[in-house]
């Protein structure tokens, strides 16, 4: 569904099926983060901060989802501001668990640094959309 590294346009939504996400750690082969189902989302990092797809995602049976694009995202964003720190709690959370494959880090430095990167999103987000 998507790729690692890949650029990133679109945030997607499923509405159906299940899908799994997928992390390269240096070129070896890809070490599974997360199972996705119906009403949960990805492609948020890359669509709401420019940044390059950070993951793969793989559909695991008949996956239907919505996309969305930067510019109706923004549309959505303007009318709900929370949204937006909402979101970087959940981008905060997705990257530490990247960090812990690629890092072997523990339970503790995985939320400590979940909170680092809170911030940071936030930030990004807000300089992202101009909000």
């Known amino acids: 569904m998507t790729r690692q590294n890949a ?3 679109w945030l997607y939504l499923i509405t159906k099926g299940d899908a799994e996400v997928r992390v390269s750690v ?3 082969l890809s070490e599974k983060i997360a199972t996705l189902h119906a ?3 990805f492609g948020e990092m890359g669509m709401m901060t420019g940044a ?3 993951a793969t995602v793989i559909a695991l049976s008949e996956v239907e989802c919505y ?4 510019e109706a995202f923004h549309d959505i964003l303007r009318s709900r501001p929370q949204i937006a720190e909402d979101i970087s709690e959940v981008l905060a959370r997705r990257r530490a668990e990247l960090d812990a494959a690629r890092e072997d880090l523990n339970e503790e430095a995985k939320r400590s640094r979940m909170r680092e990167h809170q911030g940071d999103l936030l930030q990004r987000i807000r300089n992202f959309f101009a909000l």
Not at 67 to 70: A, N, W
């Open 7 to 9: 650029e990133a346009h």
């Open 26 to 28: 240096d070129g070896n």
């Open 39 to 41: 009403g949960d989302f």
């Open 52 to 54: 390059q797809r950070s």
């Open 67 to 70: 996309r969305i694009d930067k």
